[in-house]
């Protein structure tokens, strides 16, 4: 089983942008109700497809600068990686199967 890791802005470049596979990132806050909404959907997509993507949480509020890097205006707000490149993205709560499609398109 596979849990999400939480990234901040010491560790987000090891975490994220230099590994390599698959890496969606999630933009939340904890004042945020469908943040709170969306977590146990990607705590299932953590677990289902543990192996194929890593799944990291940023909070916003405590990370500013990695926020603004990436121009996030809304949350939730989800952007996959590819050996350390953004692919792909996804603004709002969203059900497990349209995360997971995202996914597996870059699979």
């Not at 590994?19 to 939340?28: I, N």
């Not at 490149?85 to 597996?104: C, F, S, Y």
Request: with cysteine; hydrophobic share 45%; aromatic share 6%.
């Amino acid at each position: 089983m596979s849990k999400p890791i939480v990234a901040n802005t010491d560790d987000f470049n090891a975490v994220v942008t230099e590994s390599k596979g698959l890496t969606l990132v999630d933009f939340w806050a904890p004042w945020c109700g469908p943040c709170r909404l969306l977590a146990p959907t990607l705590e299932q997509v953590a677990n289902e497809m543990d192996g194929k993507v890593q799944i990291v949480k940023v909070d916003i509020d405590q990370n500013p600068e990695i926020s603004a890097q990436y121009r996030v205006m809304n949350i939730p707000f989800m952007v996959l990686f590819k050996d350390g490149n953004r692919v792909d993205q996804l603004l709002g709560n969203h059900p497990k199967a349209k995360i997971t499609a995202m996914i597996q398109n870059h699979l």
